[in-house]
């Protein structure tokens, strides 16, 4: 039986003491912890977290990796982890600053900005290495991608690593978890919310017109006789699209841009909502005329949403297509990612967005033949963006960046270097040919993957003296600090994002749950109010409150060690 113990425990003497005793511990520690995950308490569950929670237990009792192993383990964990991240919220990172997402993100950088600042006053305070507290900071606002960035800054630093940054964070998670829904619900008690009265009042003016709507009109605007839509648009100044017009005699067309307008003829218009009203007017007047009667004038035409698979798309504006003159069929919307886009001739296509079109039975066909519309594409992965990026990332992340009155150059590290390469390639590849989508199915695994190795390396790597620094170090009151690091940022926002702002309150529940980046937090909120406002504003603040973490706790960690 001496193998067994060699496999488990890594006796060198034995079989166990290389890649097979690695991979069985490693593969244990996941498994386990995501199992663990998977219990609920009141509803809460810390995920794949318990992952770090059961490597430390595994590490105290000896099922230790060997120290480069590890260290590889962990730092390409995080290296998939915040890749597959930028990829995902690329695309809506530089739109998340316009309008009513500037006011929420404002917000979540007061949220993340006043943490840093609570960490650094209790590090002045209570003397605790500021290493420590970037870790118990970390664990309070259950930010993984922060504690790898604070840990790789410190070994680049130093050459060593310090466990008492992963140890901090172990501690503080927990209750960082729940005392960020506790603050949730105490703000809906101070203001003493009625759920009913925030779900009646819906999305704010600047959410409703993000959103993309149809309606009718009848042109009655004596100036445009004779126009064609193209002079139409420009005239108006705003970007919307005429999908159908139907004229005086009865005759129904598919409009084009050089499709002239009279008055009478009544028109199909695809737009934003805080367009629509102009747009209305400029025109005429709105009109009383579903789809189902358009649809009855002639029922030769119908609509069908076709998708883009074929890469040589990936990146050309709408309007270099022709369909309109190749195919007599006209493109009203895009949808990208679950997000309606007004489709305007110069809007660029990328793989997997979906065009609502117009025309015949046949001339669909043919632009579906055109444009792909094969699933089977799109499930074949595309990983060579996915591995150029990765390089791209580690070479920005290894580059010094010296700053005056600072003695040691900053680097962006293995995490923000991946995170600011595939936010700038899922965002700016398309220009270039370059093919950057995924499967939501296909990103998850990815980051799934990369969260689980990082969360068993740093586990593995801090479980030796774990309890000896709760027990004798002092460790139980980090869980304290944690928790005034979690609760005086939100609640100091959420209350001035009431009081002053007048968000409605599943707003602000997904303000919370996305500058502190947690899953958790966001699935009660979408419990509670039961629509999809909390996961909007999550996903509005989300993409540069990723980036201000993983940024804060590595210049901390150089600015102050």
């Not at 890594?10 to 005793?21: D, L, Q, R, T, Y």
């Not at 140890?167 to 009625?194: K, Q």
């Not at 947690?518 to 990723?546: E, K």
Request: hydrophobic residues 50%.
């Amino acid at each position: 039986m001496n193998w067994v113990y060699g496999l488990f425990f890594g006796n060198e003497a034995f079989w166990g003491g290389g890649v097979a005793h690695s991979v069985l511990i490693l593969a244990l520690v996941i498994a386990v912890g995501i199992i663990l995950g998977k219990i609920k308490v009141a509803g809460i569950s810390l995920g794949v977290t318990w992952i770090l929670f059961v490597g430390i237990v595994v590490s105290h009792f000896g099922m230790r990796l060997n120290e480069h192993l590890l260290h590889f383990v962990k730092e390409f964990g995080l290296i998939l982890f915040v890749y597959s991240i930028g990829l995902q919220v690329g695309p809506g990172f530089f739109a998340s600053f316009k309008k009513g997402g500037l006011t929420l993100n404002l917000l979540a950088t007061a949220i993340v900005f006043l943490g840093v600042l609570t960490a650094c006053v209790l590090h002045w305070v209570t003397g605790i290495p500021i290493t420590t507290m970037v870790g118990i900071l970390s664990g309070a606002v259950t930010n993984t991608p922060g504690l790898g960035a604070a840990q790789q800054a410190y070994s680049d630093m130093t050459g060593l690593d310090d466990p008492n940054i992963s140890l901090g964070y172990a501690v503080a998670y927990p209750l960082g978890v729940i005392g960020i829904i506790v603050t949730i619900i105490a703000i809906r008690y101070i203001f003493r919310i009625r759920l009913d009265r925030e779900s009646q009042s819906g999305a704010t003016p600047e959410d409703r017109g993000q959103m993309v709507e149809w309606a009718s009109a009848v042109v009655k605007n004596p100036a445009l006789a004779g126009k064609s839509i193209d002079t139409v648009i420009k005239l108006l100044g705003k970007t919307f699209v005429i999908s159908r017009v139907s004229h005086a005699d009865g005759s129904i067309d598919i409009a084009s841009l050089e499709t002239e307008l009279n008055v009478g003829d009544k028109v199909l218009v695809v737009a934003t909502a805080e367009t629509m009203e102009s747009v209305v007017t400029f025109l005429g007047e709105r009109i009383d005329m579903s789809h189902e009667q358009w649809d009855k004038l002639d029922s030769q035409l119908v609509s069908r949403r076709i998708m883009i698979t074929k890469s040589r798309l990936n990146g050309k504006p709408i309007g270099e297509l022709k369909l309109r003159t190749n195919f007599g069929v006209n493109v009203t919307r895009v949808n990208r990612a679950g997000v309606d886009l007004v489709a305007h001739a110069g809007l660029e296509l990328q793989m997997g967005d979906r065009l609502t079109v117009v025309g015949s039975e046949s001339s669909i066909a043919d632009v579906a033949k055109m444009l792909g519309n094969s699933m089977r594409r799109l499930r074949e992965p595309n990983l060579i963006p996915i591995f150029i990026g990765i390089f791209l990332g580690v070479f920005l992340g290894s580059v010094p960046f010296a700053f005056p009155g600072i003695p040691q150059p900053v680097k962006l590290g293995l995490a923000g270097g991946p995170l600011i390469v595939s936010i700038l390639i899922s965002k700016f590849g398309p220009h270039f040919r370059l093919v950057t989508y995924t499967t939501m199915s296909a990103n998850l695994m990815l980051r799934e993957v990369g969260i689980a190795l990082f969360l068993a390396g740093v586990g593995l790597g801090a479980g030796e003296g774990f309890v000896e620094t709760i027990v004798h170090g002092g460790g139980y009151q980090w869980i304290g600090y944690g928790v005034i690091i979690t609760v005086i940022p939100i609640l100091l926002v959420g209350l001035f994002a009431r009081k002053f702002c007048k968000l409605n309150y599943f707003t602000i529940m997904g303000l919370i749950a996305g500058s502190t980046t947690d899953p958790p937090a966001l699935a009660y909120s979408n419990g509670v109010a039961g629509n999809d406002m909390p996961s909007v504003s999550y996903a509005t603040v989300y993409p540069l409150t990723m980036f201000l973490r993983v940024l804060t706790a590595q210049m901390l960690v150089l600015l102050i060690a």
